[in-house]
Nanobody, 119 residues
């Protein structure tokens, strides 16, 4: 099992910045990817950014050029630097990891952190 603890959400004005952090504990040796998803009211949860242990990175088109994902492997922590925030970025942001259980892959989720961007 992997436990995820998120921090860094909050209220910011349009154009502002926030940095989310997610620290993993437990079976961190099994982690093969970490990332961030978000879910706004009435919407499905969507991928924001992800990074594999090999350093492959993926971003949603809507955040490319504004958000940057990074990982500190020694601290088992993933970060999401969010610049140029827009009201449509308002959502609950969830940290996600995928672990290799040998026979199958497992998904783990954080509790979520609210990001609100005001006009």
């Amino acid at each position: 099992q992997v436990q995820l603890v998120e921090s860094g959400g909050g209220l910011v004005q349009t154009g502002g910045s926030l940095r989310l952090s997610c620290a993993a504990s437990g079976r961190t040796y099994a982690i093969i990817a970490m990332g961030w998803y978000r879910q706004a009211p009435g919407n499905q949860r969507e991928l924001v950014a992800g990074i594999t242990t090999h350093g492959d990175i993926d971003y949603a088109d809507s955040v490319k050029g504004r958000f940057t994902i990074s990982r500190d492997s020694a601290k088992n922590t993933v970060y999401l630097q969010m610049n140029g925030l827009k009201p449509e970025d308002t959502a609950v942001y969830y940290c996600h990891t995928k672990t290799n259980g040998g026979l199958q892959l497992y998904d783990h989720w954080g509790q979520g952190t609210q990001v609100t961007v005001s006009t």
